[in-house]
């Protein structure tokens, strides 16, 4: 079974595109979703982000992310401590549930892979790209956030160029008709593979 990174910058579009990859019976592990009920769930990651970011980075057990996101988007050393607790558990989380699966190849959407150096761990990887001010829009849209917020929210991650580069595969996600086209024909490919 080969395994697919899918990445991008944030409002790139990745999960739209990966939901594409899913219509084709593709299992789809979404990092960020599995990370956040990691944090919920898990009384070690929990304490270590309680001692690293404070009490109100939970309100009544609850994870409180926006608290957490103006720390971690306005400051790279704070996201790459969250990173240092999260990420070694949704790690052996997603290495337990590849074992469940049975298919030909499975994704792992992950937003920060190539920030998190995990490149040597795909057989592939896909990124998805989306110009800066769509991008903008999506995430004041999505996330009920400020120019200025999406802005270093976008700044905070690696350039597109680079992730283009380091990629076997490119989605241009500008147009939802084009970008299934794309879906499609990465699919057939990596079914041939």
């Known amino acids: 079974m080969k395994i697919i990174g899918l990445t991008g910058g944030i409002g790139s579009g990745k999960t739209t595109i990966a939901k594409m990859f899913e219509q084709f019976g593709v299992p789809i592990y979404f990092s960020d979703d599995e990370a956040k009920k990691i944090m919920t769930t898990s009384t070690v990651v929990k304490n270590k982000l309680i001692k690293e970011f404070g009490e109100k980075s939970f ?5 409180n992310r926006e608290y957490l996101a103006n720390i971690i988007f306005k400051d790279k050393e704070k996201l790459l401590k ?8 949704v790690k052996k989380h997603f290495k337990k549930w590849v074992k469940k699966q049975n298919v030909h190849y499975v994704i792992q959407e992950h937003p920060l892979l190539f ?3 995990m490149q040597d761990n795909f057989d592939r990887i ?3 790209t989306a110009p800066k001010e769509l991008r903008i829009k999506r995430i004041i849209s999505r996330d009920k956030s400020t120019q200025k917020n999406a802005l270093a929210r976008i700044e905070n991650q690696l350039e597109d160029d680079y992730k283009v580069e380091n990629s076997n ?3 241009q996600n500008i147009d ?4 299934k086209i794309q ?10 593979k």
């Not at 969250?82 to 558990?89: D, F, L, R, S, T």
């Open 176 to 179: 939802l008709k084009q970008s």
């Open 183 to 192: 879906v499609f024909n990465i699919h057939k490919e990596l079914l041939q």
């Open 115 to 117: 920030e998190n150096k």
């Open 126 to 128: 896909i990124t998805v």
């Open 82 to 89: 969250i990173n240092a607790i999260v990420h070694p558990e």
């Open 169 to 171: 595969y490119v989605i």
């Open 59 to 63: 309100i009544n057990g609850q994870l």
